[in-house]
């Protein structure tokens, strides 16, 4: 592009040139032809009057004499009386320029070769030549600042659009102050920052859903080692069997969850559920697992409650909370329902160390854990969950750890369906 740049630029400034250089040059050589012809002519004038003054006077008029005043020049002098005086050699025919006066009683004529004019001309047509040239020069030198102005920021947008077809999403970050220019490189800014969010949304899909996936797997996998060890009992392996196949289908719900998080559309609806029966269903599920470390897992609290939550999220965020119980906390685990004049309130307690007291302020963030072993997610995801159905997910003490899911209060009427299994 650069040469491409410095050749359409400077053809422009020759025809520019030619297109002023060639006019100026035929005007200058008129003027300067006028020039020598007004001069021969005062030439003539002069001798004229000097000899007619001369006559005037009553002198002789010396014609000769008068005419080699003008040394260089061809010089007829013509008296009235019909005398002829001729002064100097005859230039060439075709190369004369001539000037004439007359007087009473003489014609003067005067004549010289025009190779002073041309002289003059190519003095003048060789100053037009170094001003054109220079005006070349300069045309150049311009081009080459242009062209370096523009195809570096080119070659740059260029490379940007590059890294961004190959996936490397840096933003370029800089303005080249060329309206058009900078426009391209928003736009190149902007593309680079929505694939950095859609990767990032990616990645973080990818995470919540192997952290989402892990605790209905491992309620799953403890379900089914309670039936191999149950198998000499056939009533405990169908109950078991039961649990899993429950917690199978909540697992369905949860990667239903989660594709519906990657098609950006809303997961469900919040519909009026049991929250006896949410919890219950969590205790079934859980209860193994606490029973295996030899640790507790009670219910306590208001009976009879309701809360709008959307199908799953509910035992989402409860599963939540007790694998955290369970991962980070020690002894009994107390599940305490109750209500405030706005949200049914489900409280999960431990009586471990609770969570260290740099980490409150954070605890709700990605990646913050406690724990070497954490992934951090756990507690960000449950919020999240809890916040689509309008809900909330609180510490509310940090030691002993107490967390808390705030859900939208709702008492049951005749005519407000309830959802009375597992939401």
Same mark, same amino acid.
């Given at each position: 592009?650069?040469?491409? /740049?410095?050749?359409?630029?400077?053809a422009v400034a020759v025809v520019a040139v030619l297109l002023l250089g060639l006019p100026l040059a035929f005007v200058l050589s008129r003027v300067r032809e006028g020039e020598a012809s007004g001069e021969l002519k005062r030439d003539a004038t002069t001798l004229a009057t000097g000899l007619q003054e001369r006559v005037d006077a009553g002198l002789p008029p010396?014609?000769?004499?008068?005419?080699?005043?003008?040394?260089?020049?061809?010089?007829?002098?013509?008296?009235?009386?019909?005398?002829?005086?001729?002064?100097?050699?005859?230039?060439?025919?075709?190369?004369?320029?001539?000037?004439?006066?007359?007087?009473?009683?003489?014609?003067?004529?005067?004549?010289?070769?025009?190779?002073?004019?041309?002289?003059?001309?190519?003095?003048?047509?060789?100053?037009?030549?170094? /001003?054109?040239?220079?005006?070349?020069?300069?045309?150049?030198?311009?081009?080459?600042?242009?062209?370096q102005r523009f195809t570096r920021p080119l070659q740059e947008l260029a490379s940007a659009a590059d890294r961004l077809g190959s996936g490397d999403a840096r933003p370029m970050g800089r303005r080249y102050g060329?309206?058009?220019?900078?426009?391209?490189?928003?736009?190149?800014?902007?593309?680079?920052?929505?694939?950095?969010?859609? /990767?990032?949304?990616?990645?973080?899909?990818?995470?919540?859903?192997?952290?989402?996936?892990?605790?209905?797997?491992?309620?799953?996998?403890?379900? /089914?080692?309670?039936?191999?060890?149950?198998?000499?009992?056939?009533?405990?392996?169908?109950?078991?069997?039961?649990?899993?196949?429950?917690?199978?289908?909540?697992?369905?719900?949860?990667?239903?969850?989660?594709?519906?998080?990657?098609?950006?559309?809303?997961?469900?609806?919040?519909?009026?559920?049991?929250?006896?029966?949410?919890?219950?269903?969590?205790?079934?599920?859980?209860?193994?697992?606490?029973?295996?470390?030899?640790?507790?897992?009670?219910?306590?609290?208001?009976?009879?409650?309701?809360?709008?939550?959307?199908?799953?999220?509910?035992?989402?965020?409860?599963?939540?909370?007790?694998?955290?119980?369970?991962?980070?906390?020690?002894?009994?685990?107390?599940?305490?329902?109750?209500?405030?004049?706005?949200?049914?309130?489900?409280?999960?307690?431990?009586?471990?160390?609770?969570?260290?007291?740099?980490?409150?302020?954070?605890?709700?963030?990605?990646?913050?854990?406690?724990?070497?072993?954490?992934?951090?997610?756990?507690?960000?995801?449950?919020?999240?969950?809890?916040?689509?159905?309008?809900?909330?997910?609180?510490?509310?003490?940090?030691?002993?750890?107490?967390?808390?899911?705030?859900?939208?209060?709702?008492?049951?009427?005749?005519?407000?369906?309830?959802?009375?299994?597992?939401?």
């Amino acid at each position: 592009m650069q040469r491409r /740049l410095l050749v359409s630029t400077l053809a422009v400034a020759v025809v520019a040139v030619l297109l002023l250089g060639l006019p100026l040059a035929f005007v200058l050589s008129r003027v300067r032809e006028g020039e020598a012809s007004g001069e021969l002519k005062r030439d003539a004038t002069t001798l004229a009057t000097g000899l007619q003054e001369r006559v005037d006077a009553g002198l002789p008029p010396d014609a000769t004499v008068v005419g080699r005043s003008l040394s260089d020049r061809y010089v007829i002098i013509t008296q009235r009386d019909g005398g002829k005086t001729v002064v100097g050699s005859s230039p060439p025919q075709h190369h004369t320029i001539t000037g004439r006066d007359s007087t009473r009683d003489f014609t003067v004529t005067v004549s010289a070769d025009d190779s002073f004019l041309t002289s003059q001309v190519l003095s003048g047509l060789g100053m037009i030549g170094g /001003l054109a040239l220079l005006a070349v020069v300069v045309a150049v030198g311009l081009a080459l600042l242009q062209a370096q102005r523009f195809t570096r920021p080119l070659q740059e947008l260029a490379s940007a659009a590059d890294r961004l077809g190959s996936g490397d999403a840096r933003p370029m970050g800089r303005r080249y102050g060329v309206a058009e220019l900078d426009r391209v490189a928003e736009g190149l800014d902007g593309s680079a920052q929505r694939i950095n969010e859609l /990767l990032a949304a990616e990645r973080d899909f990818a995470v919540d859903a192997s952290h989402q996936l892990r605790t209905p797997l491992t309620a799953l996998s403890m379900r /089914l080692e309670e039936m191999i060890e149950a198998a000499n009992y056939p009533d405990v392996v169908r109950e078991e069997g039961a649990a899993a196949l429950a917690q199978t289908e909540r697992l369905a719900e949860v990667v239903g969850q989660l594709l519906g998080r990657a098609r950006r559309p809303v997961s469900g609806v919040p519909a009026l559920a049991s929250v006896d029966d949410i919890v219950a269903q969590q205790v079934v599920e859980w209860d193994p697992a606490f029973r295996r470390v030899s640790r507790k897992l009670e219910v306590a609290g208001e009976k009879g409650l309701h809360a709008y939550a959307t199908p799953g999220s509910a035992s989402q965020v409860i599963a939540t909370l007790l694998d955290n119980a369970l991962v980070h906390g020690a002894g009994t685990v107390t599940v305490r329902t109750s209500q405030t004049p706005r949200s049914v309130v489900i409280e999960v307690r431990d009586e471990g160390k609770g969570v260290p007291q740099e980490l409150v302020p954070r605890i709700f963030e990605r990646s913050v854990t406690g724990s070497p072993n954490g992934t951090g997610l756990g507690l960000s995801l449950a919020r999240t969950v809890a916040a689509a159905d309008g809900g909330q997910v609180v510490l509310v003490r940090p030691r002993p750890a107490v967390f808390a899911l705030f859900l939208p209060h709702a008492t049951g009427t005749a005519d407000t369906p309830v959802v009375t299994g597992p939401a």
